[in-house]
């Protein structure tokens, strides 16, 4: 097999022509008690039987290891109103959910109020891939409704309409 080695500012321009949605991945810090969590636009689903869905998480994430450490957390997906919410949880630094409006999941997950929609998930299986993991969970509950999506596409945020 030949290496290729891309430029990494081109490979995210041209990737970034993929639309994507926009998740907020949440759980309860067992530490402080507190909301933790993060933003992605990696997530889709893996499987109905059994259900999986999955993301992607930095590799240097510090956020990701605390809501991992929850057990059971929400993946809520953001529906075009919040752009604010995905930039919080995009930041770096500590307390990110400060602020935002959540719900408990049936078993307690923050649910990231006004989502378009919303998975209480647990971690199934995680694969190193380069500078990120793949997380995979297994779907616990879930739930929808009639917003319409945050939308991701070159680098900016939009809607569908």
Not at 42 to 70: E, G
Not at 95 to 108: E, N
Request: aromatic content about 6%; glycine content about 8%.
């Amino acid at each position: 097999m030949t290496s290729f080695t891309a430029d990494p500012a081109h490979l995210r321009s041209v990737l970034g022509h993929f639309a994507t949605g926009v998740v907020a991945i949440t759980g309860i810090d067992p530490d402080t008690g507190q909301p933790t969590g993060l933003a992605a636009n990696s997530f889709t689903s893996v499987s109905l039987d059994p259900p999986l869905v999955a993301f992607c998480a930095a590799a240097t994430s510090t956020s990701w290891p605390r809501v991992r450490a929850a057990g059971c957390y929400a993946i809520s997906i953001l529906s075009e109103a919040q752009e604010p919410v995905s930039r919080r949880l995009a930041a770096s630094g500590a307390d990110k959910c400060a602020g935002i409006d959540w719900t408990p999941s049936p078993s307690g997950a923050p649910v990231v109020a006004g989502s378009l929609a919303w998975v209480e998930a647990e971690l199934d299986t995680e694969h190193p891939a380069g500078d990120h993991t793949i997380v995979v969970s297994r779907v616990r509950h879930l739930h929808s409704s009639d917003l319409d999506p945050l939308v991701f596409f070159r680098g900016r945020y939009g809607r569908v309409r």
